[in-house]
């Protein structure tokens, strides 16, 4: 699973049950070209009251690249995307003769590091921290680089995939997942960092504990015990805890009448002993 994959995914995520759904590895042509991923909206699904730096201009039809720590957003990656467009119009219209509207779509392009190469052959025109427009053609392109986006609950998904260790670590606390099988998603990215040798401030075992604790909501009451013996269970209840979820008469069934005797004549004694003469 690279940093694609997981990219997709993780978005996916993200516009769960909203008025939009995402599409990975969208194919457009004969020959095997995969556009990132592409976010559709719907005619059904939540509203989002926030989306992360860059989104906030959602059309019908967004089509996203994505660059990871290792590769650089550059005038072929724009050519690309702008190529991807083309297609992607074409496929989705009725007829060459009737393309849907050039406003159902957007173009974005994601990038960790800073386009150091593209700004040298275009200058970007800043639209907030972190995100930038350029004309390309007969295309304008929000770039959004990762790195640059300000650190809030908004962006939490933005900072998983910064390559920066404390905003990774932010982005893991304050990113809510949406669907069940998202802690093979952070695992996995978790995983993905220490393969490119960068180091987190805590270890994968934290990561994944600290995850799970979190979501401890998802799993059944006997899902959660599993494991535990009755001597564990017990060690975390006070007796009087236990007491008050037993009624009195089943507690009894399980004494003897002699055992009831001898509590019962150790408490008289007890009595006697506190009552002056």
Known sequence: MDWHRLFGLT????????????ELEKDLSLKQQLLDLVIIE????????????GLENLARHNLLTYKSLRQPLDAWALDELVGHYVNYRKQISSSLDELLPVDDFRLYAVSTRDPEKLKAEIALAPVDA???????????????????????????????????????????SQYRWRRPNSSTI????????????????????????????????????????????????????????????????????????????????????????????
Do not use: C
């Not at 007969?138 to 939490?156: C, G, H």
């Not at 270890?203 to 001597?231: A, C, I, N």
């Not at 008469?249 to 006697?272: F, G, H, P, V, W």
């Open 186 to 277: 952070i695992y996995k990215l978790y995983e993905q960092y220490q393969v490119e040798n960068i180091a987190m401030p805590y270890t994968t075992e934290d990561f994944y504990r600290e995850f799970t604790k979190e979501h401890l909501y998802w799993l059944t009451p006997e899902e959660r015990l599993k494991g535990l013996s009755v001597d564990d269970i017990l060690k975390s209840l006070s007796v009087d805890d236990l007491l008050k979820r037993l009624p009195l008469e089943d507690i009894l069934k399980k004494l003897s009448a002699q055992e009831i005797e001898a509590y019962l004549k150790k408490l008289r004694e007890a009595s006697e002993a506190k009552t002056p003469a």
């Open 42 to 53: 719907q005619e059904s699904g939540r509203p989002i009251q926030e989306l992360p730096d």
């Open 130 to 172: 972190g995100v930038y427009e350029v004309q390309w053609g007969s295309r304008r392109i929000r770039i959004i680089v990762l790195t640059q986006i300000p650190q809030a609950d908004r962006n939490a998904i933005w900072q998983l995939f910064s390559g920066i260790p404390e905003q990774v670590r932010y982005g893991a």
């Open 11 to 22: 978005l996916t995520d993200y516009f769960t049950d909203t008025a939009y759904r995402v």
